[in-house]
């Protein structure tokens, strides 16, 4: 049987990347449109990649005409909560025209499956922890928003024109490809882990821990580490899930557990056997003290098993690919 094409919008990112690789082993053919501001040639590691922008509705008729996928993945979009806060024109214009585009030509072209990459950051300050699916929808920032105001639009594109989408709300992803060749690199670099690994590394004089004041048990803030191989899976879990049933849905994506800003440092050092040195800062602000997701739902209804979000296994991965990223390999090969 002839395999069934995806695009994936923003497949040269970090999540987007991870999950072209897994389109290949969960049975369908990738087909990966971007147009490499944020993303890497490098990071394309499989299927077929489109070079296009997401403002360019004529570009997104032709690749949908062309490949004729059964759903599109939507990972192409602005990420930086605190960015956000600074250009929030930048998040509602890019972050809602762009999909507002793509749904565009999706309708015209009859491409009736969506998977959503939404986050946590759409319940807000949590007045609940673990946070279950059905919490108050409360941003407290431009990004959390527009991936907010996507969903409900979504929730009346489907009521109104029968466009399936699952959403999934991530926690922190974190960790990279088993291989070691594929990750994470953003620009500027924000993510707690790749910078305690610049740290460790020596490619930055410390890490700052962003306040010790808050009321947790070791002060530090805590987050769902959820590793982004396992997150890549739970799409097309959810898009084989969503094309049987024919109905939307959304899930949290997360392990239940929460690590501390303090426990991710220790657990580095013992990864890598090597000293994080540790600068201990102010607040950052529109940190919540306490992330953490009820992520049952996705295992119940899914059968969604993550298998690689240990912290343990988040850190050996990351670090792994880190030192390939900066070593002469990599640069002589890319
Ligand atoms: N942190 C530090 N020092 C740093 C960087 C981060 O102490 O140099 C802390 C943060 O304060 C936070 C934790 O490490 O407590 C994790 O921070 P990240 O920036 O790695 O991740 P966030 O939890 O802030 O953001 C993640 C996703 C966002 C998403 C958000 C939901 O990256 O896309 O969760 O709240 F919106």
């Given at each position: ?166 959403f999934l709300r991530y926690f922190n992803a ?161």
């Amino acid at each position: 049987m002839k395999k069934k094409t995806v695009l994936i919008t923003g497949g040269a990112g970090y999540i987007g990347s991870h999950a072209a690789k897994e389109a290949e082993r969960s049975g369908f053919t990738p087909v990966i449109f971007d147009n490499l501001s944020a993303g890497h040639k490098w990071a394309i590691q499989s299927g077929k990649f489109v070079k296009g922008d997401l403002a360019d509705r004529a570009a997104l008729v032709r690749v949908l005409r062309r490949y004729r996928p059964v759903a599109v993945m939507h990972f192409a979009s602005h990420i930086s909560v605190g960015e956000s806060v600074v250009d929030p024109q930048k998040y509602y214009k890019d972050n809602l025209g762009n999909a507002l585009n793509l749904f565009s030509a999706m309708l015209q072209e009859k491409v009736m499956y969506f998977v959503l990459s939404s986050t946590a950051a759409v319940y807000g300050d949590p007045i609940q922890v673990p946070i279950p699916e059905d919490h108050p929808k409360n941003p407290v920032n431009p990004y959390g928003d527009s991936k907010y105001i996507l969903e409900r639009i979504l929730t009346s594109y489907d009521q109104a024109y029968g466009l399936k989408s699952t959403f999934l709300r991530y926690f922190n992803a974190s960790g990279a490809d088993a291989s070691g060749k594929l990750g994470e690199a953003h620009a500027p670099e924000t993510h707690l882990i790749p910078l305690v690994l610049d740290a460790v590394a020596g490619l930055r004089k410390e890490i700052t821990v962003f306040g010790t004041d808050y009321p947790t048990p070791d002060g530090t803030c805590i987050r769902d580490y959820i590793h982004v191989t396992d997150l890549a899976a739970v799409h097309f879990l959810a898009l084989k899930h969503m094309m049987k049933t024919g109905k939307s849905d959304f899930f949290n994506l997360g392990t239940g557990k929460g690590y501390s800003v303090k426990e991710v440092i220790d657990e580095t050092e013992r990864v890598t056997g090597l000293k994080v040195p540790v600068k201990y800062g102010l607040r950052r602000a529109g940190d919540p003290p306490r992330l953490v997701a009820e992520s049952k739902k996705a295992q119940k209804v899914l059968g969604w098993k993550p298998k690689q979000s240990s912290l343990k296994t988040i850190l050996a991965t990351a670090w792994k690919w880190h030192q390939y990223f900066h070593s002469s390999a990599f640069s002589q090969k890319h």
